[in-house]
Structure formats: C-alpha cells, structure tokens
Nanobody
Framework: QVQLVESGGGLVQAGGSLRLSCAAS????????MGWFRQAPGTEREFVAA????????YYADSVKGRFTISRGNAQNTLYLQMNSLKPEDTAVYYC????????????????WGQGTQVTVSS
C-alpha cells in the first residue's frame, strides 16, 4: 500500500514563496510519475505540475509556468513543489498524487492521493 503525505502549506503574502513536500511510503520506486494538483473552494481539482520518475520530464499548468518548480528528492520517495511569486488566486488545497502506469500526467488519472495541504495567499 502506498501513502502520500504532504507538508509545507501555510499563509503567505502575495509575492512570497512556499515549498511543498510530499513523502511517499511503500513501493514508490515503481511510480511512472508524481504530480501536484490543487482545489479551491467551489472549483474542480486542477493540475498544477508533474514529473516522470524516469527521465524526470516535467509538465506545468500555464497558470504556474515560470513561478512554480517541481522536483524530486535524492530519495526515490520524495517530491517537492517550489512556489514563487505567489498570487491570491493560488490559494487552494494542494494535493500530491502518484501513478504507476503511463497516462496523461496532466489529467486526474492517478492511483494514489495525499490528504492535501492548505496554501493561502493574502493580497
């Protein structure tokens, strides 16, 4: 069984930065990719960024390109999201997700999900 645990969320002023972390337990070495999604109140969960485990290809939503950076830790089971130049519209619960099979990593076709961490950006 795989568990994903996010951390690093919080309250930050517009223009500030936060770094989210995701720790995976279980057979993390067999993932095809991991990603970050977010969900604001009253909206659907949306793709933010993803990275493949082999080749480390990265993908970003247009709304975060140039501001957010997804990366893997040296350990096989860690994932990060560096968020810079934060905007109030980035306010949401951020979820870490992992998938074992080859899918379109920008969709919600992931096998495992974390519980989420709240990010609030004040204006």
């Amino acid at each position: 069984q795989v568990q994903l645990v996010e951390s690093g969320g919080g309250l930050v002023q517009a223009g500030g930065s936060l770094r989210l972390s995701c720790a995976a337990s279980g057979r993390a070495f067999s993932f095809y990719a991991m990603g970050w999604f977010r969900q604001a109140p009253g909206t659907e969960r949306e793709f933010v960024a993803a990275i493949t485990w082999i080749g480390s290809s990265t993908y970003y939503a247009d709304s975060v390109k140039g501001r957010f950076t997804i990366s893997r830790g040296n350990a096989q089971n860690t994932l990060y999201l560096q968020m810079n130049s934060l905007k109030p519209e980035d306010t949401a619960v951020y979820y870490c997700a992992a998938v074992r099979t080859i899918v379109d990593v920008t969709t919600r076709e992931y096998d495992y999900w974390g519980q989420g961490t709240q990010v609030t950006v004040s204006s």
